[in-house]
C-alpha cells in the first residue's frame, strides 16, 4: 500500500457524481489508491463503476460515514492520506419529507469524518480534505446576479440546511484545529448514472416509457446546469491546485427554466426515437408545486477559472445528446437501480402528486 503515492477515501463514491470522480481518479492517477467507502443506499450502486472496479488502484468499502467504527475502520485498514467527501442525502424532494436522514448523514456524517481525519492526520502536513458541496447553500436568486464564493448563505431547503451546516463545520475544522480543508459549491448537475428521480434522468425515462412528465408549478425555476464530468474535472482540479481553506463555486453559465428545458429535451427525444415533431410534449404535466421551491440558481465560476484554468469541456446541447444516448443504450441500468423499493416512493412521491 505504501506503493501508492495518496490512498484518497473518496466518499459517496457508488453515487452519481461520486462514480465519475472514482472513474476519473482511478484512470488519470494509477499511483494513487482509490477508495470507495459508501453505504450503498437506494441512491448508491456498484453498477456505476464495473468499468475500473477490476483495477490494482481501486477498493470499495461498504460502510456508513455516521458510523465511527466503520470510518475507523476505512482510514486505519488503508492508511488514508486524503479525502474526498462526496457522500450525503441528495434529493431535495426527500429532505422535504424526512430531514431527519439528511440531519444525519450530511452533517453528523460529515463530523465524523472532520473528526476522523483530524485524529488520523494529527496536524501533519500535506493531508487534504476535500468537501464537495452545493450552491444551494447560498438560497434562491431573484432574476438577476450570480452566486459568488462571498454570497452570504441563506439556506431554504431541509437539504440545503444540511449541506450548509456540513460547510461550516468544514470551515470550523480549519479554523480551530488546522486541518487542510478545500470545498467546492456547484450547480446542478446532468450525465450518466443519475438516479432517475432528478430531474432530467426521469424525464428521459418518463419520455421514453410514454409516462406523464411532471413539471412542478409553472416551471418557472431555473437551474445552472453542468455536465457531471466537467464537474468531476474541476473536483480533481481544486483537490490539486485549490488554496487551502477556499472554497471555489463551479458552474457552466447554462441556466434553463425547467420548462424550457423539458420541452427541449421532448424534441431531442422524439428525434431519436423517431417521433413526430411535439408527440412527447403532450405528456407534460403541470403538477403541484414544490413547498418552499427555490426560484433561480446561477453560479459565477470566475475564481475556478481565474485560478485553476477550469471551463466546462463541451456544451449543454453536446452533453444533454451524449446523456439522452447513455440513457437510451442503458434501459437496463435504470431497471437495475430502481428494483427494490424505489417504485413505491415513486408513486407516493409523483403519481399522486
Ligand atoms: P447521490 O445521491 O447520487 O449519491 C450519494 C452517494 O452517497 C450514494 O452512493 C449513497 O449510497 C452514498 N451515501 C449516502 N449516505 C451515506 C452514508 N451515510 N454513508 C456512506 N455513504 C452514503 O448524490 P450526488 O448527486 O452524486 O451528489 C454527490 C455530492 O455532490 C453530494 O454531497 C451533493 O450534495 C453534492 N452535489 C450534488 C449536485 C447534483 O446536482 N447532484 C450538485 C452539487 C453538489
Ligand atoms: P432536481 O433535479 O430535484 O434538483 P434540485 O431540486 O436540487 O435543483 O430538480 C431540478 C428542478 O426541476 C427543480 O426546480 C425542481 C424541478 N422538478 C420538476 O419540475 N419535476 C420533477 O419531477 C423534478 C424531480 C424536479
Known amino acids: 500500500m505504501e506503493d501508492f503515492q495518496k490512498r484518497i477515501l473518496v466518499t459517496g463514491g457508488a453515487g452519481f457524481i461520486g462514480s465519475h470522480v472514482v472513474r476519473l481518479l482511478v484512470n488519470e492517477y494509477p499511483h494513487y489508491l482509490i477508495v470507495n467507502f ?75 469524518l472532520l473528526q476522523h481525519a483530524k485524529e488520523k ?57 488546522g486541518l487542510l480543508v478545500k470545498m467546492s459549491n456547484c450547480s446542478n448537475n446532468y450525465g450518466s448514472h443519475h438516479f432517475p428521480e432528478k430531474l432530467i434522468p426521469l424525464m428521459i425515462h418518463n419520455i421514453l416509457n410514454n409516462k406523464p412528465l411532471p413539471v412542478y408549478g409553472k416551471g418557472e425555476n431555473v437551474r445552472d446546469w453542468l455536465w457531471v464530468e466537467d464537474h468531476a474535472k474541476a473536483i480533481v482540479a481544486i483537490f490539486h491546485k485549490g488554496r487551502i481553506g477556499e472554497s471555489y463555486n463551479v458552474g457552466g453559465l447554462n441556466e434553463w427554466t425547467n420548462i424550457e428545458l423539458v420541452r427541449f429535451l421532448c424534441q431531442l427525444m422524439d428525434r431519436k426515437l423517431g417521433r413526430s415533431v411535439g408527440e412527447s410534449e403532450k405528456l407534460i404535466s403541470y403538477v403541484t408545486d414544490r413547498k418552499g421551491h427555490d426560484l433561480r440558481y446561477a453560479i459565477d465560476a470566475t475564481k475556478l477559472q481565474n485560478e485553476l484554468g477550469w471551463t466546462p469541456s463541451i456544451t449543454f446541447e453536446e452533453g444533454l445528446e451524449k446523456t439522452v444516448d447513455w440513457y437510451l443504450a442503458n434501459n437496463e441500468w435504470v431497471d437495475k437501480v430502481t428494483s427494490g423499493t424505489y417504485q413505491t416512493y415513486y408513486t407516493n412521491m409523483y403519481e399522486n402528486r
Open 38 to 112: 459508501d453505504r450503498l443506499t437506494y441512491a448508491g450502486n456498484l453498477e456505476n463503476l464495473r468499468d475500473v472496479d477490476q483495477k490494482d488502484n481501486y477498493r470499495f468499502v461498504k460502510g456508513d460515514i455516521v458510523n465511527a467504527a466503520d470510518v475507523q475502520a476505512a482510514f486505519e485498514s488503508y492508511d488514508i492520506t486524503d479525502v474526498i467527501h462526496l457522500a450525503a442525502e441528495s434529493h431535495v424532494d426527500r429532505s422535504i419529507e424526512g430531514p431527519m436522514d439528511f440531519v444525519m448523514t450530511n452533517v453528523v456524517g460529515t463530523v465524523n
Open 121 to 177: 492526520w494529527n496536524g501533519e502536513e500535506g493531508h487534504i480534505f476535500h468537501h464537495v458541496s452545493t450552491d444551494e447553500v447560498y438560497g434562491s436568486l431573484g432574476e438577476e446576479g450570480l452566486f459568488r464564493e462571498d454570497t452570504p448563505y441563506d439556506p431554504r431547503s431541509p437539504y440545503s440546511a444540511s449541506k450548509a451546516s456540513s460547510d461550516h463545520f468544514v470551515s470550523a475544522y480549519h479554523h480551530t484545529y
